[in-house]
T-cell receptor, first 114, second 115 residues
């Protein structure tokens, strides 16, 4: 069984500040890791993913994440946020045996203030 | 590429009626699609896995007779909420992975309000 923990339910930051949204997972097998963003009343949009290879993954909108196997983490970062980055962010994990089935974290609400 | 659509985007119905929600993969084929339910300020809860040409697989606690799933083709899955009640009001989201890919792409969601 897998689980995902997003350590912060809410993260308020000021515009142009850096941000890190934390995600830890547990699994007994090798995993695939994802970050999705959800704007109000919309579906989920893929930000980035780690399947294999380089542990530093770059995604859309200037976001990046680093897979740390020893710490079982996949934290999301952005060096300078914009007002438009205000949204809910979900970390998710799957593995080869789960047939693309995702396990989601509880989500982190990022609020960027002017 | 990898676009998933849902229809309708919003539906209001009376208690006791049935509501059908469609999920379509527009530019790829998907033998598997997933249906989620999301309550306000909460994460996504997987309801069932829709399998083209076979029965859906339901998660524990989800009534299969209440939430009927039909995966009629490689690009269409439908979720029917039968005899809807106010407690069924929620945001329903579908997703699909293109063949041989590990990444799921999500539809825009359907807001269901049962009066």
């Amino acid at each position: 069984a897998q689980s995902v923990t997003q350590l912060d339910s809410q993260v308020p930051v000021f515009e142009e500040a850096p941000v890190e949204l934390r995600c830890n997972y547990s699994s007994s097998v090798s995993v695939y890791l994802f970050w999705y963003v959800q704007y109000p009343n919309q579906g989920l949009q893929l930000l980035l993913k780690y399947l294999s290879g380089s542990t530093l993954v770059k995604g859309i909108n200037g976001f990046e994440a680093e897979f740390n196997k020893s710490q079982t983490s996949f934290h999301l970062r952005k060096p300078s946020v914009h007002i438009s980055d205000t949204a809910e962010y979900f970390c998710a994990v799957s593995d080869r045996s789960s047939g693309s089935r995702l396990t989601f974290g509880e989500g982190t609400q990022l609020t960027v203030n002017p | 590429g990898a676009v998933v659509s849902q229809h309708p985007s919003r539906v209001i119905c009376k208690s006791g009626t049935s509501v059908k929600i469609e999920c379509r993969s527009l530019d790829f084929q998907a033998t598997t699609m997933f249906w989620y339910r999301q309550f306000p300020k909460q994460s996504l809860m997987l309801m069932a896995t829709s399998n083209e040409g076979s029965k859906a697989t339901y998660e524990q606690g989800v009534e299969k007779d209440k939430f009927l799933i039909n995966h009629a083709s490689l690009t269409l899955s439908t979720l029917t909420v039968t005899s809807a009640h106010p407690e069924d009001s929620s945001f329903y989201i579908c997703s699909a992975p293109p063949e041989s890919q590990e990444t799921q792409y999500f539809g825009p969601g359907t807001r269901l309000l049962v009066l």
